[in-house]
């Protein structure tokens, strides 16, 4: 009899060129400029030939321009599930108000549904950034499951480095001050669990996963990053960080970005970004080496499916989302 493989998850945050220029600090992004009609189906290409159905979140305000309505569109069509990235994509979501939050969720919801037809009930927070009040407004949205927790110890050096590669002014500095979390972040859990909220609709946490133990960065842009200096030690990391989520029982989910399916030729502009000096082809092999690594160890599933599943066969902990600082960063406790 053969063992059934354990579970995964794959998902693609659809982040567009502007909001990486705009988190950058560079001219221009107010125009919007896109990358999709190359991105999306390249990515949607390199999955069907995998045979493999993910999540997308999707932003808001690329969905509201019909420039890209072909693209988003195309996602759907596709059989993909649709989730919610915010809409002005801003990574010091934790920062707004509960109204403010309200009115990002549900403008991108509302986009979102108008040009693919799918009311999303999955969210993930621009940069990882999420909030007792973001959570409190899933909850009562009928959310299923959030996806922005980044249990990592590296956030702050993540920052550091943005900072160091990017042209904010102080005013923007500041505002950007929490970006990617603390080092307190490394110690929220691996496993999904209940957020425990005053709130009769429950909402499941996925986190997006690191290795267990080390909590250091397995997602993909990471892993073409190293593969930048070497592609052996690239998938060495890559195959090691699965087994460890193996021996501890960790349902991995795992995250793609859009430059993940592109190179240096393909948008020059982002040359500042980690794995952005490799060429398409080199990413593209890399990518498809890890994906199919993963695939053959696990049951690949949209973060939907995977959040079902685990409610219906896991007996998952709650933690209550609680304020930890002046930036309103949640921080999950077990009770």
């Known amino acids: 009899m053969i063992e059934a493989k354990p579970v995964a998850s794959l998902s693609l945050d659809l982040d567009n060129l502007w909001s990486y220029l705009k988190i950058h600090g560079d001219s221009g992004w107010e125009l919007f400029p896109s990358y999709l009609d190359l991105a999306v189906p390249r990515a949607l290409a390199f999955l069907k ?30 059989g993909h599930e649709i989730g919610n990235h915010s809409f002005h994509h801003e990574s010091w979501l934790h920062l707004y108000s509960e109204k403010e939050i309200n009115e990002e969720v549900a403008r991108a919801e509302q986009v979102i549904e108008e040009v693919t037809g799918v009311r999303p009930i999955g969210f993930r927070g621009p940069g990882f950034s999420y909030s007792c009040s973001l959570l409190q407004v899933l909850a009562r949205r009928g959310y299923r499951y959030d996806a922005s927790t980044f249990p990592t110890f590296l956030g702050p050096i993540a920052r550091a480095y943005y900072f160091m590669t990017s042209n904010l002014s102080k005013e923007e500095r500041e505002k950007r001050k929490a970006l990617y979390g603390s080092f307190r972040d490394g110690l929220q859990p691996l496993k999904p669990f209940w957020w425990k909220m005053d709130c ?19 997602h993909f842009t990471y892993i073409l990053y190293l593969s930048s200096f070497s592609k052996a030690l690239a998938m060495l990391y890559f195959k090691t960080a699965l087994w460890m989520c193996k021996v501890f029982g960790i349902q991995p989910s795992l995250l793609l970005h859009p430059v993940d399916f592109l190179g240096c030729e393909d948008v020059p502009e982002l040359s500042f970004f980690p794995g952005m000096k490799l060429p398409a082809y080199k990413k593209l092999a890399t990518l498809g080496e890890a994906i199919d690594l993963l695939n053959q160890q696990f049951t690949i599933l949209p973060m939907g499916e995977h959040a079902d599943l685990v409610r219906e066969t896991l007996r998952l902990p709650s933690l209550e989302p609680r304020v930890t600082n002046i930036e309103t960063q949640a921080s999950p406790v077990k009770l």
Request: glycine share 2%; net charge neutral; charged share 20%.
């Open 49 to 78: 030939e995998r045979d493999l159905t993910i999540t997308f979140f999707l932003v808001g305000q690329d969905v509201a321009l019909e420039k890209n309505h072909r693209a988003i569109r195309a996602i759907a069509q596709a």
């Open 200 to 218: 009769p609709q429950a909402l499941i946490e996925i986190p997006v996963t690191t290795m267990p133990v080390f909590k250091i960065p397995i």
